[in-house]
């Protein structure tokens, strides 16, 4: 059974540090791995996707993932927080890569960002 | 481009009344959009693809005739839930499915039933 699983529920940075939000996957198949964002009363906006090309995934606002298929994870990473990136982050795997009809979302990571 | 609109964004209604939200893709067509649930502080959970054209399907264990779904053209699809119960308030969320595969999403209505 495909599964994808954020390991922090909340997580709390001061603006100018590093952000980390970690995610692991379970996937009998070779997956699409996606990163969405949600900012209150606002939709999810996809920030990156990993379509099995390049490990290293380069998304939008400075934010970026590597997928790791030893450790079955998907972490994303950003060298510097900013006020703004302060929401809701989903970790998201499509079991069918190029197919993302079935979408298994975890259950989010809030993040806060401090002045 | 690619933006998907709900309406409403919050709806309160009485127990045993029926609410309809509605899902527009206002910048593409759209064949396919889907419908999530999401309860406070868990993951959405898909509970039905909706077609242009034809019957919704929907996912183990939601029932179809109390989420009625209808897909009557490539920009519009909308979710009734029937005679809603306090159970069945929660956050709703339409996506559409675009180019490459990619879903848009809404940005959600809020149902809570009195």
């Known amino acids: 059974a495909q599964s994808v699983t954020q390991l922090d529920s909340h997580v709390s940075v001061s603006e100018g540090t590093p952000v980390l939000l970690r995610c692991n996957y379970s996937?009998?198949?070779?997956?699409?791995l996606f990163w969405y964002v949600q900012h209150p009363n606002k939709g999810l906006q996809l920030l990156l996707k990993?379509?099995?090309?390049?490990?290293l995934v380069k998304g939008i606002n400075g934010f970026e993932a590597e997928f790791k298929k030893s450790e079955t994870s998907f972490h994303l990473t950003k060298p510097s927080a900013h006020m703004s990136d302060a929401a809701e982050y989903f970790c998201?795997?499509?079991?069918?890569?190029?197919?993302?009809?079935?979408?298994?979302f975890g259950t989010g990571t809030r993040l806060q960002v401090f002045p | 481009g690619a933006v998907v609109s709900q309406h409403p964004s919050w709806v309160i209604c009485k127990s045993g009344t029926s609410v309809k939200i509605e899902c527009r893709s206002l910048?593409?067509?759209?064949?396919?959009m889907f419908w999530y649930r999401q309860f406070p502080k868990q993951s959405l959970m898909l509970m039905a693809t909706?077609?242009?054209?034809?019957?919704?399907?929907?996912e183990q264990g939601v029932e179809k005739d109390k989420f009625l779904i209808n897909h009557a053209s490539l920009t519009l699809s909308t979710l009734t839930v029937t005679s809603a119960h306090p159970e069945d308030s929660s956050f709703y969320i339409c996506?559409?499915?675009?180019?490459?595969?990619?879903?848009?999403f809404g940005p959600g209505t809020r149902l809570t039933v009195t």
């Open positions: 996506s559409a499915r675009g180019s490459a595969y990619e879903q848009y």
């Open positions: 996937s009998s198949y070779s997956p699409s």
């Open positions: 990993y379509t099995s090309a390049a490990t």
């Open positions: 998201v795997v499509s079991p069918i890569s190029y197919n993302t009809d079935k979408l298994i």
């Open positions: 910048d593409f067509q759209a064949t396919t």
């Open positions: 909706s077609n242009e054209g034809s019957k919704a399907t929907y």
